[in-house]
């Protein structure tokens, strides 16, 4: 089982997180902003990944430093819960309708972390959830796992449609990229290494 745990404290944030690569889509997540809190579990169950995921955070403040935090943890973990990543696909992409919005996210598992984000947001926030955030979310995971993703929006008008939109199809591209392909020998990678 590819899985990892991982506690991380700072003056600003508290968060226990477990996540299992080779899961069922279960999840247990509280943030304190419910709207991310929808879309971690929405990540979970498209890509098929188990996560548990508890956060204090300084929300009287902002959404920043939680949500900016949680990316930190969850790429950490995505990174060492795939070790060696041999066997790996590597390379992970979806392309995911969501009513009038569709979004583009494409990966790869290339130690290599790299973020191009390309969506404009109308409103401010969501819930508690500061829309400006989704960047800087992508942003910690992708510097933190060590991935080249890139994210776009194609089409869209909804904001709540638009982020969950990036955040399924982020789902379903990691879970392709992570799937274990037998042809691969090693890492897939002319290098040998990643």
């Excluded at 508290?14 to 879309?39: P, R, V, Y």
């Excluded at 949500?67 to 066997?87: H, Y």
């Amino acid at each position: 089982m590819r899985n990892f745990e991982l506690n991380r404290d700072t003056f600003e944030t508290s968060i226990k997180a477990s996540l299992n690569i080779d899961g069922h889509g279960e999840s247990t997540i509280n943030t304190g902003i419910g709207f991310f809190d929808h879309m971690l579990t929405l990540f979970a169950k498209h890509g098929f990944f188990d996560l548990t995921l508890n956060t204090i955070g300084d929300i009287h403040v902002d959404s920043h430093h939680t949500i900016e935090d949680v990316g930190i943890v969850l790429g950490q973990c995505i990174k060492n819960a795939l070790g060696d990543k041999n066997g790996i696909k590597r390379y992970g992409t979806s392309y995911l309708p969501m009513d009038e919005t569709l979004a583009l996210v494409s990966l790869d598992i290339s130690n290599r972390p790299f973020l191009v984000f390309d969506a404009n947001f109308t409103t401010p926030k969501l819930g508690d959830y500061d829309t400006e955030m989704t960047e800087e979310f992508f942003r910690a995971l992708a510097f933190n796992a060590g991935i080249t993703l890139h994210i776009k929006i194609l089409h869209g008008t909804n904001n709540h449609h638009m982020i969950e939109a990036i955040f399924k199809a982020f789902a379903r591209a990691l879970n392709e990229a992570t799937t274990i392909d037998n042809n691969i020998k090693g890492v897939l990678s002319s290098k040998g290494s990643l």
